[in-house]
């Protein structure tokens, strides 16, 4: 049962490092005011850049490099999204289209590129891999995570796991101990005041966009390279982890450090239906699971409807959230 426990919670971490990249560049994007759904084709973007590149590196090269590979791939992967961020910040700030209209266009947008340019890599077949960019990004620390037990649960990952958590501390230390980070809290509270005051709202908007969507993009990274163990398929598995990702930054309530456990409950949730029953000692129907892992679902609606009654101004969006600014009205 010990054992079983272990890999659940391992499980559950890698699950939850997919997820967590996600909301947090989507957290610093709408705390600049930007309602960005695009998180999932976003990560299809980084996702498929990052593995392609690294797929032709090693291909081509005789003795590939751990660093170059890593380097090329996270590049490619961090161009890609920001470029999908790009797209969504002219034609939201700039061209002030509607802004749930344009994430959901971006969306369909990254899947179809990814999937698209992804056809002539797989050349006929289901799938297929990169191994040596899988062991790169999959090497444990060295010694800690060959400790059983506690080693295992807290050092047996890849360096894009802690690479998250770090985000994750560097961003709450940003937003709230940081000049540009009240400012930038400032333009997705109110923009006219903001403006007002001298602050470049245009400038906050699109840089909060365009790096938040590479923060997102890196979990599609991470989810091809790291946890579906360097494997491209056409599965669309990555557009469901996008959504929760938007999820998981409602149930964070728009804090990166509350994203972290956050990550980590809904992998544990999420891998409810495989282990729960093996630790119990009980059988659970084939047709409850697609039910079982709805329940980080189900959490995130409830938090929503708590934090809604308890009405405190840190747990709540930003006010102006999904509304385009324009200055005429200032």
Known sequence: MINTLITWLMRSVSFGTIIMFGAMGEILTQKSGNLNLGVP?????????????????????????AIVSIIIAVSVCLILSMFGGLIYSFLTITLRANQN???LALTTFGMGVANFFGVLILNGETYTAAPFANKVFTKRLPVLGGIKGVGEIFFSYGFMAYLAIIIAIVLQRFLYNSR??????????????????GINVTKYKYLAT???????????????????????????????????????????????????IGAYIFGTLYWLYQFLPDILGIKVASYTTDLIQMFPYIVTIVVLIVVSFRKKKENQPPQSLGLAYFREER
């Open 41 to 65: 084709g976003v990560m299809y973007l980084g996702g498929f850049g990052g593995f392609a590149s690294a797929y032709y590196y090693e291909k081509n090269v005789a003795n590939p490099n």
């Open 180 to 197: 540009t980070g009240l400012n930038l809290r400032a333009v997705g509270e109110n923009p006219a005041t903001a403006d007002a005051a």
């Open 210 to 260: 365009i790096i938040g969507t590479g923060i997102s993009g890196l979990g599609g990274l991470y989810y091809v390279l790291d946890y579906n163990q360097g494997i491209w398929a056409t599965t669309g598995q990555i557009e469901a982890l996008g959504w929760l990702a938007v999820a998981l930054v409602i149930f964070a309530t728009w804090k990166p450090l509350m994203a972290i």
């Open 101 to 103: 209209v344009t994430g």
